[in-house]
Nanobody, 115 residues
Framework: VQLVESGGGLVQPGGSLRLSCVGS????????MRWYRQAPGKERELVAH????????NYADSVKGRFTISRDNAKNTVYLQMNSLKPEDTAVYYC?????????WGQGTQVTVSS
């Protein structure tokens, strides 16, 4: 199982970024996908998750209305569209899935929101 994130960077407050996570080595379409983030000195937190076919999504209260999770199973990719970014969104963002009871993580992508 391999998860590879991309799309992070430096953005000004109010700006947007789209993160991508490409999965390989497993049947991507058969399970939930999640985005987590971890800010310096803080615990890793769940940001959003999406069901296998994409019909069900859920978000942390802190990002509701600003972030959108989606997936393209034909491309083995899950996305996180982040709008109206705030400095407190600064963190390393990780893609996650659980298969056969085991969690798998990507290497993370840094998102920095600063003027």
């Amino acid at each position: 199982v391999q998860l590879v994130e991309s799309g992070g960077g430096l953005v000004q407050p109010g700006g947007s970024l789209r993160l991508s996570c490409v999965g390989s080595g497993f049947t991507f379409s058969s399970g939930y996908m999640r985005w987590y983030r971890q800010a310096p000195g803080k615990e890793r937190e769940l940001v959003a998750h999406i069901s296998s076919a994409g019909g069900s999504t859920n978000y942390a209260d802190s990002v509701k209305g600003r972030f959108t999770i989606s997936r393209d199973n034909a491309k083995n990719t899950v996305y996180l569209q982040m709008n109206s970014l705030k400095p407190e969104d600064t963190a390393v963002y990780y893609c996650n899935t659980v298969r056969m009871g085991l969690p798998y993580w990507g290497q993370g992508t840094q998102v920095t929101v600063s003027s």
